[in-house]
């Protein structure tokens, strides 16, 4: 069955350093992967979509890179700020309208 | 500019009951999706329309939920018969066309069943 994973639950990083979150999934072939932003008692926000066919995407101070060989995904906030504390999703994206497939979403929290 | 609305934010049912969750999507949003999110998961897809017809209802966990979109805008997911399991985080996201990626999200309805 299809199964998607991030990786860690929870992740705790100093001020200023590099925040690198990973996406895994198997037995999916989506041609794009999205990552959302949510924020407690409030719906996920679109950040980055990436494309099947691109390696690397970066928006201001994200990266997103999509490796459709070893089916991962790398999340990466750059001079992270205690304002990036919230749960970072990623969903799996078919072609046409088939529905985002979420995983579980991983917990960042940015010590100043 | 207005995002997406949904109402109640918070619901608290009697298991048995009968109830009603609203979603007014980003105007001239033509797709609307349904999702369900529990503690600690991500959000779990329930329907998805386009237009006024439901192009993918798949992922409704049975008989008892069913959801409308009449006039292509405002849409209701109801559910009948609750129980304590249908206790949850309901979101409800819009995307501009059919060939646009990115949903944009409500805030949700917080449905407990007691």
């Known amino acids: 069955s299809q199964k998607i994973e991030q990786n860690s639950e929870a992740l705790n990083i100093q001020e200023g350093k590099t925040a690198t979150l990973t996406c895994n999934y198997t037995?999916?072939?989506?041609?794009?992967l999205q990552w959302y932003r949510q924020d407690p008692g409030r719906g996920p926000v679109f950040l980055l979509l990436?494309?099947?066919?691109?390696k690397e995407k970066r928006k201001e101070r994200l990266k997103v890179t999509f490796d459709t060989t070893l089916k991962q995904s790398l999340f990466h906030i750059t001079a992270s700020q205690p304002a990036d504390s919230a749960t970072y999703l990623c969903?799996?994206?078919?072609?046409?309208?088939?529905?985002?497939?979420f995983g579980k979403g991983t917990r960042l929290s940015v010590i100043a | 500019g207005a995002g997406v609305s949904q109402t109640p934010s918070n619901k608290v049912t009697e298991k048995g009951k009968y109830v009603e969750l609203r979603c007014d999507p980003i105007?001239?949003?033509?797709?609307l999706y349904w999702y369900r999110q529990s503690l600690g998961q991500g959000p779990e897809f329930l329907i998805y329309?386009?237009?006024?017809?439901?192009?993918?209802d798949s992922g409704l966990p049975n008989d008892r939920f069913f959801a409308v979109r009449p006039e292509g805008s405002v849409s209701t997911l109801k559910i009948q018969r609750t129980e304590r399991g249908d206790s949850a985080v309901y979101l409800c996201?819009?995307?501009?066309?059919?060939?646009?990626?990115?949903?944009?999200f409500g805030p949700g309805t917080r449905l407990t069943v007691t």
């Open positions: 969903a799996l994206d078919n072609e046409g309208n088939t529905p985002l497939v």
């Open positions: 329309f386009q237009g006024t017809g439901a192009a993918d």
């Open positions: 105007s001239g949003h033509t797709a």
């Open positions: 996201a819009s995307s501009p066309h059919q060939g646009a990626r990115e949903q944009y």
């Open positions: 037995n999916y072939s989506p041609a794009y």
């Open positions: 990436i494309r099947e066919n691109e």
